[in-house]
């Protein structure tokens, strides 16, 4: 009867020994090697307090000066950056690909909607009785005008949130995403994806070669 009983205890305790263990190993891979989700909340956290502390700090929109092309970048960069203080990481476009749109839609900051309406991609606008606007000069009796804003920094914002959001970027989206989880980046790949901002076929050609070019 002692004997029996003494298997019972030494199978209770046996079992109390695994428990532990795997209580122990579980806390251990956890507090040194967290997965995935526990990582991701991390970050979330830190950067929402990050953001907090800068907005604290009186975060201000970095003026937009250049004056030629090299200057015209710097400035764009600086804007990505400031914006960057409140985008989610996961959330946040290339900067090269934004400097490279930015630089081919308005020639490098030169252009008419660039100077006079801070546009520098030419984002177009139906609502013409309450979004502010321009005309194109070649098509003055246009339904559409191309969107006018407060400042440069204003209209990188307005790019970001279009290639966030809007439907004809999905498949942009997903593959900034699936490049994003995998840590590493593909030009070639992502910036074909961007075709439907402009009627010109070889768009995503154009910018491709411009990150690959300039060095972005």
């Known amino acids: 009867m002692s004997s029996s009983i003494g298997r019972k205890i030494l199978k209770k ?15 251990t891979l956890g507090s040194f090697t967290p997965n995935s989700m526990v990582i991701s909340n ?7 307090k990050s953001v907090v502390s800068a907005q604290k700090l009186g975060l201000l929109e970095p003026r937009f000066e250049y004056t030629d092309d090299q200057t015209f970048v710097e400035a764009v960069y600086k804007c990505i950056d400031y ?3 409140t985008t989610m990481p996961e959330k946040r476009i290339p900067s090269g690909l934004i400097v490279a749109m930015a630089g081919i839609e308005s020639g490098w900051g ?10 520098l991609f030419g984002v177009r606008t139906w609502s013409l009785d309450t979004v502010p606007h321009m005309k194109p000069k070649a098509i003055p009796d246009a339904n559409f005008g191309v969107k006018k804003y407060k400042t440069k920094c204003q209209s990188v914002k307005d790019v970001v949130r279009i290639l966030n959001s809007h439907p004809a970027y999905k498949e942009f989206r ?11 980046r593909n030009w070639d790949t992502l910036v074909p994806l961007i075709a439907p901002w402009s009627t010109t076929e070889e768009y995503g050609d154009i910018i491709l070669s411009t990150i690959k070019k300039r060095g972005f």
């Open 42 to 48: 991390i970050e979330d956290i830190e950067h929402r």
């Open 174 to 184: 997903k593959e900034r995403d699936r490049q994003y989880k995998g840590n590493f």
């Open 110 to 119: 030169t252009s008419r909607f660039a100077n006079e309406g801070n546009a």
């Open 13 to 27: 305790v046996k079992y109390i020994l695994m428990i532990l263990v795997a209580l122990i190993t579980a806390f």
């Open 83 to 85: 914006l960057n203080y």
